[in-house]
């Protein structure tokens, strides 16, 4: 599987960012679909986490009631609405995909075999 993230961008505090993730291959809607973020000078990190079901999302707490994680299987694409940026949102932000299908979001790392290239979001004013 390919997965092509875009979306990112340079913003003010306070806008909006909506990223994409197209992913390439078969059984889209049998995985589990992630985001993370590597900020500069830190270890890339959890963001959100869709089911393969689409019936659960998790996210970390800094993003939490301000991203939201979609996905649109017949366009095979996982979406991250960004609110209310902040400067600290700064980061590389990358899709993922669980190394195994129909397994629960998950915000460990290691459990995600397929990333994308990551695309760059820049919040500052």
């Known amino acids: 599987v390919q997965l092509q993230a875009s979306g990112g961008g340079h913003v003010r505090p306070g806008d909006s960012l909506k990223l994409s993730c197209v992913a390439s291959g078969p059984n889209f809607s049998r995985y589990t679909w992630g985001w993370f973020r590597q900020r500069p000078g830190k270890e890339r990190e959890f963001v959100a986490a869709i089911s393969w079901t689409g019936n659960s999302r998790d996210y970390a707490e800094p993003v939490k009631g301000r991203f939201t994680i979609s996905r649109d299987t017949s366009e095979n694409t996982v979406y991250l609405q960004m609110n209310s940026l902040k400067p600290e949102d700064t980061a590389v932000y990358y899709c993922?995909?669980?190394?195994?299908?129909?397994?629960?979001?998950?915000?460990?790392?290691?459990?995600?075999?397929?990333w994308g290239q990551g695309t760059l979001v820049t919040v500052s004013s």
């Open positions: 993922a995909r669980r190394r195994t299908d129909l397994q629960p979001t998950a915000r460990n790392l290691s459990l995600y075999g397929a």
